[in-house]
């Protein structure tokens, strides 16, 4: 590509867990649809996981390789229901690009509507940056990044860091055969990837 109802923050993190007590982790996507190819007419945010919410949840988006991750805290997920890519398709298929990069995100089975959080105060740079961003219609740079059900209070981390009480892992990588990015998470004994191919310069 070119270039209300408020939940407190802590509640929504805590909802944001497997039924064993594991953070959900899924990947978050902000993805500028063209109207006309020039302008951006629409900047969708969603968070797609490989578990089902059973409430409303925060999530921090971690982006980065290497040992070191910069964090976009936070989004929240308010509506549990989760939508459809081809319902979002619908919407905003129209953009090629928007509808490519949406089918080549691999490892989830749900995908959920997401807003930055409504707390002002906890976003990191990163997520101000962002903010930015989707106030200006000219600006058509897409955001993708790993998530996380957890809220973070500094804008990096090391790849390995603790979520809600979890140790874990994640590992970004570019695929060589393919160049699809793979985001790994590692927590105990389980492994969770995801993966997806890059925008478009």
Known sequence: MKKYLFFPLCALACAGCHADGLPITG?????????????????????????????????????GVG?????????????????????????????PEFAAHMKSIKGYRYIYIAQPSSDK???TPLMKTLARNAANPDDASPFSAAAVAAQFDKPTLPASFSANNVTMTLQVRTDKKTGRTVYAFTQGGNKVEFSESAFAD
């Open 121 to 123: 105060q906890r976003w």
């Open 67 to 95: 040992s070191t991750l910069t964090v976009a805290c936070c989004f929240e997920v308010r509506n549990t229901a989760p939508t459809s890519l081809d319902a979002e398709l619908a919407k905003y298929g129209k953009d």
């Open 27 to 63: 990947v978050v996507e902000q993805i500028p649809v063209m109207a006309d190819g020039a302008t951006v007419s629409a900047r969708p945010v969603y968070v797609m996981t490989d578990q089902k919410l059973s409430a409303p949840a925060v999530f921090s988006g971690l982006q």
